[in-house]
């Protein structure tokens, strides 16, 4: 029922730019808090972006900031990460996350996003 899926991942060089997509459903998506994270061969699962739930407020891993951008449109049930400026160690399996207010966790299956020459 509940259902997040991911798109637009892909090959990049370094210094290209992605935009991916996240698709909600099967839960109320305007009382969840939204989030990326990313998960890179050998390393632990981080947060990389959030979205509050009117979309007003952002906030970003310091490694990412000022060269991505998170948004959401609670009409289209959706979220989008946009990518500029990518570097090799931006290199990962992307996640959408969706936090629920009693702190229920609901999780896609992940777009892959290489950074190569």
């Known amino acids: 029922q509940v259902r997040l899926v991911e798109s637009g991942g892909g090959l990049v060089q370094p210094g290209g730019s992605l935009r991916l997509s996240c698709a909600a459903s099967?839960?109320?998506?305007?009382?969840?808090?939204m989030n990326w994270y990313r998960q890179a061969p050998g390393k632990e699962r981080e947060l990389v972006a959030s979205?509050?739930?009117?979309?007003?407020?952002?906030n970003y891993a310091d490694s990412v900031k000022g060269r991505f951008a998170i948004s959401r449109d609670n009409a289209k049930n959706a979220i989008w990460l946009q990518m500029n400026s990518l570097q090799p160690e931006d290199a990962a399996v992307y996640y959408c996350?969706?936090?629920?207010?009693?702190?229920?966790?609901?999780w896609g299956q992940g777009t892959r996003v290489t950074v190569s020459s």
């Open positions: 099967g839960f109320t998506f305007s009382v969840a808090l």
């Open positions: 979205v509050s739930r009117a979309g007003g407020n952002t």
């Open positions: 996350n969706a936090y629920l207010p009693y702190g229920d966790n609901y």
